[in-house]
Structure formats: structure tokens, C-alpha cells
């Protein structure tokens, strides 16, 4: 009985800090911000957006939908792990210009804080903070796929 509770604990550790999973921008344009999901490729990280949520001034999620013409654009890719809460070397494309930039990850519970940045080294960039979103809150939306 203890180690079935040990792995229960150690696995919902895991997931906590996990980059895989569904995360939203937090632009505060407009009252829309984009739902990505981040997947393993091969042994790098990518994400795409999934869906376009429209959100009150607390960004909790009023309606969201996957008609739109950035639906599976792929925002970041060729992220590599560095330990479980870092992820470094990868890059961030700008859905309007298509134009990529340098770009890191660092997780602190459920935030996903991307750093953007002109220069590999990241000197000259800017900060953005993603929230995850868990199936639990999805669902009483009526979406089992998130």
C-alpha cells in the first residue's frame, strides 16, 4: 500500500513540473489568448496552437474555439530539457511574420515563463508567463479533448 501512495505522490510531482500539456498565453489583447499544447518530437519539445480562448480580465476562460486560421501553428519548437523546470535552445515564431527568435523556458509550478529574445544568449528580449490548463477546469466546458 505504501509504494502504490509513493508512486501516486512522485507521479503528481512529475506532472506538476511537466512542459507536456495544454498552456494559455497571457497577452491580455483583446480578451483573446491562445490555448497551446506542448508535445514531445523525438527529443525536443514543440507547441502548437489548439484553440483561441476569449477571457475575462483574470484570464479564466469564458468560450474558446479551433475555428481560426492559426489553429496547429506551430508558436515554439526545439526546446531541450536541461533539468525538469528548464528548457533551453529553442525558438518562438511569430504567427503574423513568421519571423523566429531565440527562446527558453523555465516552469514554477503552473507557469510556463518564456523568455523571448533577439540573441541566443538572451540578452535582449522580453518575458511572457503561460498558465496551465488542466483537463479539470477544460471539461466543465464541455471539451473532453483538452
Do not use: C
Not at 64 to 75: P, Q, R, S, V
Not at 116 to 126: E, K, M, V, Y
Not at 130 to 144: A, L, P, Q, R, V
Amino acid at each position: 500500500m505504501r509504494i502504490i501512495i509513493l508512486f501516486m505522490i512522485v507521479g503528481n510531482m512529475l506532472f506538476a513540473n511537466s512542459i507536456l500539456g495544454y498552456w494559455m498565453t497571457q497577452e491580455g489583447k483583446n480578451g483573446k489568448e491562445a490555448i497551446v499544447l506542448i508535445e514531445k518530437e523525438k527529443n525536443t519539445y514543440i507547441g502548437k496552437i489548439k484553440y483561441i480562448a476569449t477571457v475575462d480580465k483574470n484570464f479564466n476562460i469564458i468560450s474558446y474555439t479551433n475555428k481560426d486560421e492559426i489553429i496547429d501553428f506551430e508558436l515554439v519548437k526545439d526546446f531541450q530539457k536541461v533539468d525538469d523546470v528548464t528548457y533551453k535552445k529553442g525558438q518562438i515564431i511569430d504567427p503574423k511574420s513568421s519571423r523566429e527568435y531565440y527562446a527558453s523556458v523555465k516552469l514554477e509550478g503552473n507557469k510556463f515563463i518564456l523568455k523571448g529574445s533577439l540573441d541566443p544568449h538572451g540578452i535582449l528580449g522580453a518575458k511572457r508567463v503561460w498558465k496551465k490548463i488542466d483537463k479539470e477546469y477544460i471539461k466543465k466546458y464541455g471539451d473532453e479533448k483538452l
